[in-house]
């Protein structure tokens, strides 16, 4: 079975550039959270997709967005991109929402903003 | 509200000798617990997990984790490091939802393994 696949790898992008990063979950799974994980401020959780509606949001301003689509493949986009935004991004794919559920990681997307 | 802390920042082993990265929880009901392993420039791999069956955890890699609800602590253990073993480990609490999302991770504690 195929894991959690991020694509790009990495990305360089400049202030006020906006990026599009995709996350293709374990097949059968529905539900998708992104993670934004930076070196002063650790893993924070961004949004979490299921069934193609978003659950829960954390609190990033509106310039952090995504969808899900109904083959359960999720997008985050960030506009007006800020040197603040250069991070890893990770997706997280579950079978389903909720406690108890394992998560399981992509290798996540480096973006870095000049 | 839920919360994990891990109470090393940084945790250095030789090769051969046993590992013990600590965590404490704070929860108001019986929680989900995980262990995640990030090697450098990698997304998390899951180690393990309880989940209120059998309180001693046993994961991949000879690694397992004791739940003590009396001490309210999942400390990591292993009996031997081998080198692979450095890395950056986070205790995992899952709650469900919420605008923290479904996993409260710790702020990680950073595994070196010296020869």
């Known amino acids: 079975k195929a894991g959690v696949t991020q694509t790009p790898r990495y990305l360089i992008k400049t202030r006020g550039q906006q990026v599009t990063l995709s996350c293709s979950p374990i097949?059968?799974?529905?539900?998708v959270s992104w993670y934004q994980q930076t070196p002063g401020q650790g893993l924070q959780f961004l949004f979490e997709?299921?069934?193609?509606?978003?659950?829960n949001k954390g609190n990033f301003p509106g310039r952090f967005s995504g969808r899900q689509f109904s083959n359960s493949r999720s997008e985050m986009n960030v506009s007006t991109l800020e040197l603040g935004d250069s991070a890893l991004y990770l997706c997280a794919s579950s079978y389903r929402p909720g406690v108890n559920t394992e998560a399981f990681f992509g290798q996540g997307t480096r973006l870095t903003v000049v | 509200a839920q919360s994990v802390t891990q109470l090393d920042s940084h945790v250095s082993v030789s090769e051969g000798t046993p590992v013990l990265l600590r965590c404490n929880y704070s929860s108001s009901y019986s929680p989900s617990l995980f262990w995640y392993v990030q090697h450098p420039n990698k997304g998390l791999q899951l180690l393990l997990k309880?989940?209120?069956?059998?309180?001693l955890v046993k994961g991949i890699n000879g690694f397992e984790a004791e739940f003590k609800k009396s001490e309210t602590s999942f400390h990591l253990t292993k009996p031997s490091a081998h080198m692979s073993d450095a890395a950056e480990y986070f205790c995992?609490?899952?709650?469900?939802?919420?605008?923290?999302?479904?996993?409260?991770f710790g702020k990680g504690t950073k595994l070196s393994v010296k020869p």
């Open positions: 995992v609490v899952s709650v469900g939802g919420g605008s923290q999302g479904n996993l409260i």
């Open positions: 309880y989940t209120s069956a059998a309180t």
């Open positions: 097949s059968g799974h529905r539900s």
């Open positions: 997709y299921f069934s193609e509606t978003q659950r």
